[in-house]
């Protein structure tokens, strides 16, 4: 049956070069993606923090948006500032629904002449389907799966793909460009899901493999697993949808409120307007919500993981821990996870359940590990 299963599952354009490079293959939103290679986990994550890694992120939805009223009607969709969002910048972005609730995160790019927008794998066809709905006249949704898309990620990343496309150097975070490698032509962020300073590249799939050939030919590059990228994220504080943001979340208790932008909040100039605002804003405004995103780190290296269940210290349920692993560059316990908001504050310690006993945990700011993104 499981043999089945995974004759059901898409393969990105990389799946046999990964195979080539010994990656341990398993089921990930549909597609059979490398977990890790023969180097393993904790070596490839800090070889991403001390050098560079390459993550193939092609399962990952890139959709193109045409039309004048592109950036609006994608604006009526989201709590961000889309409207005014420069050309060649790049913006984190949230799909919500009625009630406030995350239906995605997603990071959108203005070209000048398009938007172009990059969804999660897991959330593919329904944020596809959500922004059809809400097409304006005149407005064009083009879903991009004739590319692939690979991360560039740590802090020799832009040493490594400035051989190739020098340009790169001039770009800092969030800058969004089309360029060439190697004759090809790409859109390239300088952005990533790691913390570190690096690079997400749309490649046409028919090129795919060659230029993910050139770049691991660099002496600074590793193919990196979904392993390690998971470990990278959770020590730089970034939220993974399905686990730590869904619909039953709003952005203000996931700790997102520096993503709502200022010109969407209720004395801005294009104050709500995004599906729940009313909610959302009212958050913001009286601070009326039961829960809140938080880090945590443990006293002891066992790692804590999603859904073990968090106490006070008379024994009463306040919460959950929704990603939890030991940090191999935090060098301890660490994990995320919402309590209720009395014990949010920073320095508080809360207890996790893990087989039977009651491991102390303090709450903490994130990011665990300090973000090194390259703002110029």
Request: net charge negative.
């Amino acid at each position: 049956m499981a043999e089945q299963q995974h004759g059901d599952l898409q393969k990105t354009p990389l799946y046999d070069l990964h195979l080539e490079l010994g990656a341990k293959m398993v089921p990930f939103a549909g597609y059979e993606m490398p977990v890790q290679y023969p180097l393993g986990v904790k070596k490839e994550h800090l070889h991403t923090r001390e050098q560079a890694g390459l993550f193939d992120v092609s399962h990952m939805g890139q959709v193109m948006l045409t039309g004048e009223g592109a950036a609006a009607m994608l604006e009526s969709l989201v709590p961000v500032d889309i409207i005014d969002l420069p050309a060649g910048k790049q913006r984190y972005a949230m799909f919500t629904n009625e009630q406030g609730g995350i239906l995605d995160d997603l990071m959108v790019s203005n070209f000048g002449d398009c938007l172009y927008v990059v969804v999660n794998a897991a959330c593919k066809p329904q944020d596809i389907a959500h922004m059809r709905a809400h097409l304006a006249d005149g407005v064009e949704l083009k879903e991009l799966d004739d590319r692939a898309l690979i991360a560039l990620q740590g802090p020799n990343a832009a040493k490594a793909l400035a051989r190739l496309a020098p340009e790169v150097d001039d770009m800092v975070f969030m800058d969004s460009r089309r360029l060439e490698i190697d004759g090809v032509a790409c859109f390239i962020s300088r952005s990533g899901y790691t913390g570190e300073d690096g690079f997400e590249i749309s490649v046409p799939n028919d090129e795919a493999e060659r230029l993910t050939r050139l770049l691991l030919a660099q002496p600074e590059v590793e193919a990196i697993g979904l392993g390690a990228r998971d470990s990278l994220r959770l020590e730089s504080g970034l939220c993974l949808y399905g686990h730590d943001i869904d619909t039953e979340t709003t952005p203000i208790e996931a700790s997102l409120i520096w993503a709502i932008s200022k010109a969407r909040r209720a004395d801005g100039v294009r104050a709500g307007g995004f599906p729940g605002a009313d909610t959302v804003l009212d958050q913001i405004s009286n601070k009326s919500y039961a829960r809140k995103r938080v880090g945590l780190i443990g006293e002891g290296r066992a790692p804590v993981r999603e859904g073990t269940e968090l106490f006070d210290a008379d024994g009463n349920g306040i919460g959950r821990v929704t990603s939890g692993t030991f940090g191999p560059s935090a060098g301890a316990s660490i994990a995320m996870g919402y309590v209720a908001t009395p014990f949010a504050a920073l320095d508080t310690v809360v207890y996790a359940e893990v087989r039977g006993k009651k491991l102390p945990m303090t709450v903490s700011k994130m990011p665990f590990v300090e973000q090194r993104y390259h703002r110029g």
